[in-house]
């Protein structure tokens, strides 16, 4: 089975300074990972996945998420927050063990608040 | 950028009452899913359809639920006698593929499901 867990509900920065929202998965193989970020009334959009390969990944809007291994983690960050930021962020897995399932498992979602 | 569009964005349904939710997919994509966002909650799959049958399906997808494809374009979610806890947000998502490399899936903006 595959799940993923965000640990924290909220989290808050201050508008210039880093940012880093946690995730944590577990697969019986090797993982898919992603991250998505809702604004109020949209649905999911795609920032950014790990799939092989180099263990930092980079996305959309400055975002970059390390692919841990031995962590079994994929913390989402960002050098500079920026107010606009704020929003939803949903970490998903998926295993990658032949016969497994297709579908991503979505983790409850931590709503990051930049503050100006 | 093509994107996944949905209507109505919210719909007021009786309970008992059966509802439609449609979703236009991205034109070239060939897996199409729906998932579910009741308020403060994660995202929780329902269902996956290709090749005009559903691939996947989660515990929550009764046999109060349907999906149908009618007409190559329009993908939709029938929810035949529609319960309280029925409330929630409905997205649509789709993808290019499903293959071992995994594409990312793009989400519509959702339709908030109110029953009264």
């Known amino acids: 089975a595959q799940s993923v867990a965000q640990p924290e509900d909220q989290v808050n920065v201050a508008e210039g300074n880093p940012l880093t929202v946690k995730c944590t998965y577990s697969?019986?193989?090797?993982?898919?990972l992603f991250w998505y970020v809702q604004y109020p009334n949209r649905g999911l959009q795609f920032l950014l996945k790990y799939i092989t390969g180099d263990n930092l990944v980079k996305g959309s809007y400055g975002f970059e998420a390390e692919f841990n291994k031995s962590q079994t983690s994929f913390h989402l960050k960002k050098p500079s927050a920026l107010v606009s930021d704020s929003a939803l962020y949903f970490c998903?897995?998926?295993?990658?063990?032949?016969?497994?399932?297709?579908?991503?498992?979505f983790g409850r979602g931590t709503s990051l608040i930049v503050h100006p | 950028e093509p994107e996944v569009t949905q209507t109505p964005s919210h719909q007021v349904t009786q309970m008992g009452q059966e509802v439609i939710l449609r979703c236009v997919p991205i034109s070239n994509h060939l897996y199409f899913y729906w998932y579910r966002q009741i308020l403060g909650q994660k995202v929780e799959f329902l269902v996956s359809f290709y090749n005009n049958e559903i691939s996947e399906k989660s515990e929550i997808f009764d046999d109060q639920f349907s999906v149908e494809r009618p007409d190559g374009s329009n993908f939709t979610l029938k929810i035949r006698s529609t319960k309280l806890e029925d409330s929630a947000m409905y997205f649509c998502?789709?993808?290019?593929?499903?293959?071992?490399?995994?594409?990312?899936?793009?989400f519509g903006d959702g339709t908030r499901l109110s029953i009264l």
């Open positions: 998502a789709s993808s290019l593929s499903r293959d071992r490399v995994s594409q990312p899936q793009h």
């Open positions: 697969v019986s193989g090797n993982p898919y």
């Open positions: 998903a897995v998926r295993d990658s063990k032949s016969g497994g399932s297709y579908i991503p498992t």
